[in-house]
């Protein structure tokens, strides 16, 4: 064989590898906020709390959590009026292994337990109630500029490799997954609307798109619809696997809530 | 991994390749049949079903957001309408690169020589579609004659 035909051969078979493992390699190295791809003027606005407008939904979670419930506690009972005992460390963890239940917890699943259990309130039926969402909103708020900081080395491993097929598979008949956007074009432009890498450290967060705080999966049931697909529950196994590789990607990055975006 | 297993299954057939299936009438009978197509040499050369398009459709539905919706990846020379996205390449002079029957095939289904494109395969057969919203269930993208309309609206960007 000559030496051509040799570095060929070679060539042809590190494409196959490379190619055979999908998602190996991000198409981005280091993760960016969704900050970084809005305009100067959107950014602004995120960062005037008076000119905010999720801020107003953070004011609809003050309230809530200092209601005071059937069994007259309030959330304030345990964490501190205005939130002053909750653990902002733990608040950028989430989701977090629940050992009684053998899978992921979010932040938001923790808002309905207390709700429920801890207060005795008559129980949010839906995972996606406005007023957990506003609970959800008013307490990672206080997790502000905390980074995201998900452990997936334990428990959470598998679940957060279901989340990742989740996010590389197609759906819907424009046959789209997340990857094909927020991993291989963020920076782009789609129509007006300038793709970013799909982080969750704005979340809960307002949209200007439906002019309201939206959570992480009222935003994917949002783009699944949108690609034609039949988008799953709220609070389903396969969303709560994809916040957690969601979130775990986005790593390091600050949490913004209530972030503004598009 | 089913999907990928057919996208694979699909290229290494893909010079036989008909996508073969006709939808039964008793599925539901709103859908047209599925016109079977034929790659070969990397186009579809013949028309889907035979129909003879209209470009001037064919640039109504490159600009209209539930139909072909070309301009929300591609730059187009389209100057009444803004915002054109940049995820595709530009189309604009497309047919000084590209002959009729590789167009069509990019719009029917460029999953075929791409497998892990964005764009969506227009014409793909939607036996390949997984978690599909029930409105869209068994339907292709576009209808065969809308294909024809755009191809030869793309013929025409010289």
Redesign the interface.
Known sequence: MIEADKKRLIAAFLSLVILAV?GSAHAWQEAKSGYEFMTPESREMQDDDFENPGMLTVEEGQVLFVTTANNGKTCGSCHGDGGSKLDLERIAQYPVYSESLKKPFTLRNQIHFCWDERLQNKPMRKYSDPRAIALETFVRHQARNKPVNVNIDGQLKPFYEAGK?FYN????????ACT??HH??PG?????QT?SQGHSNGFPTYRLANSRVNGLHERFRQC??RF????LKSGSEEYVNLEVYINAIGNGLEIETPALRY | MRQEFNRLSEVTVLLLLGCGLVMSAEENPALEPYYEWQIEAFAINAPLGGLVGNPENGRKIAITRKKGNCIACHVMPIPEVEFHGNLGPSLTGLASRRTEGQIRLRIVDGKQLNPTTVMPGYYRNPRYFNQVRKSFKGKTVLTAQEIEDLVVYLMTLQ
């Open positions: 999908p097929a598979q197609r759906a819907g008949q424009l046959d789209m094909n956007c291989d074009f782009r432009k789609l129509r007006g793709l699944q619809h034609r697909a039949k988008a």
